[in-house]
């Protein structure tokens, strides 16, 4: 089983940057993609951007696309999510989320993760 945390949320100002991390930790690390979704109060979870285990492929959602831009560097088993130009609509609780071993793709659909963190908070007044 692979455990996931993320850091790096807070309350940021509209147009500002946030940049969040995400540590993978445990067994079977090796040939997993991963995402980020976030979930806004009263709303349903979401997906935000997902990379392939190389980083040579990755996926957006069309609200995030040109803003926010998704890493990783496996020899640290981080994932990074830049985000930019922040918006009061970004306000959410963004989770992190690893597909299993093997499944080195990434998908946009919740079900293909394995793993789940508990989640960050990014909060971004207007």
């Known amino acids: 089983q692979v455990q996931v945390a993320e850091s790096g949320g807070g309350s940021v100002q509209a147009g500002d940057s946030l940049s969040l991390s995400c540590a993978r930790s445990?067994?079977?690390?090796?040939?997993?993609?991963m995402g980020w979704f976030r979930q806004a109060p009263g709303k349903e979870r979401e997906f935000v951007a997902a990379?392939?285990?190389?980083?040579?492929?990755?996926m957006y959602a069309d609200s995030v696309k040109g803003r926010f831009t998704i890493s990783r560097d496996n020899a640290k088993n981080t994932v990074y999510l830049q985000m930019n130009r922040l918006k009061p609509e970004d306000t959410a609780v963004y989770c992190c989320?690893?597909?299993?071993?093997?499944?080195?793709?990434?998908?946009?659909?919740?079900?293909?993760?394995?793993?789940w963190g508990q989640g960050t908070q990014v909060t971004v007044s207007s």
């Open positions: 989320a690893a597909r299993s071993s093997g499944d080195y793709y990434p998908t946009d659909e919740a079900v293909g993760y394995a793993d």
């Open positions: 445990g067994r079977a690390l090796r040939g997993c993609a």
């Open positions: 990379i392939s285990w190389s980083g040579a492929s990755t």
